[in-house]
């Protein structure tokens, strides 16, 4: 915590950060956090994607790679350029799929490459991104720092087997952090970092794999996001560190 008062524009004004906005999830954050946010930052890796078609004075867009560091780094300079402060970081890059690259049912399938390229996305890039973003983080405010998970990254409830690259990357996440919310405590006190399982969600990432899910269960991108804010709304500060499923409830690990 900083040792001087909040400026005047740091306690009127709400700026957020979505990373990974480019489709889906994400973009839909930006869509629904828009009318809520002084300021909205949201990063694409497509230059083809649909969140650059959204005009709003409020929203500014920044490519950005999160397999790559010195991106990440660049990404937050230029918002510390506009602010000193950020009220809402979300994280909701991941990969389940991507080319040739598909989950894997079983030990044979597994490749060294591949499984690299999961814990890439889906772990070492979130707390690059903890890493970064610390000192917007670092003032009186309440803030939250929410990274999309999913509840097959956990350990306990893994009954079925497969997908050893995806699950092993999401409970990876979740390790990671966990330890970045300890971390956190001490460092940006008011900021609560959260992991959070939006329940399948009709998306890219799962269209190949919704043949089996009963349509009661598949989440439009509207519902999925309206239900993730109300959770993040009713987070309190003990509840840092914490994985959460979309309808509220605490998950294993």
């Known amino acids: 915590m900083r040792d001087s008062a909040p400026t005047q524009a740091e306690s009127s004004s709400t700026a957020a950060l ?3 906005a480019s489709q889906g999830i994400g973009l839909e954050f930006v869509r629904q956090l828009l009318p809520r946010a002084d300021r909205l930052y949201a ?11 959204i005009q709003d004075p409020r929203l ?6 999160i397999t790559d ?6 990404a937050i300079a230029e918002i510390q350029a506009e602010t000193t402060v950020l009220h809402t970081v979300i994280n909701c890059v991941g990969v389940l799929h ?7 049912k079983s030990l044979r399938q597994l490749n060294a490459e591949q499984l690299l390229r999961y814990f890439q996305i889906n772990s070492i890039g979130a707390v690059l991104l903890a890493k970064h973003v610390q000192p917007l ?4 405010h309440r803030s939250i720092f929410a990274t999309i998970s999913a509840k097959i990254g956990s350990i306990g409830d893994n009954q079925l087997g497969g997908w050893y690259g995806y699950r092993a990357s999401k409970a990876a996440l979740n390790m990671l952090m966990r330890t970045a919310a300890i971390e956190y405590k001490r460092t940006c006190p008011r900021t609560i970092v959260v992991m959070l399982h939006p329940g399948t969600t009709d998306t890219r990432l799962s269209r190949p794999f919704q043949r089996n899910v009963p349509p009661e269960k598949l989440f439009s991108v509207e519902r ?8 993040l709304d009713g987070l309190e500060e003990s509840d ?9 409830s605490r998950l294993p690990w």
């Open 18 to 20: 979505i990373v990974g």
């Open 224 to 231: 999925t996001v309206g239900q993730l804010i109300t959770i």
């Open 240 to 248: 840092s560190g914490e994985f959460f499923s979309w309808d509220g």
């Open 69 to 74: 560091e010195s991106q990440i780094a660049a």
């Open 137 to 140: 983080l670092k003032h009186t």
């Open 43 to 53: 990063t694409y890796r497509d230059p083809q994607a649909e969140l650059l078609t």
């Open 60 to 65: 500014r867009c920044l490519p950005l790679d």
């Open 98 to 104: 991507e080319g040739m690259m598909q989950p894997e």
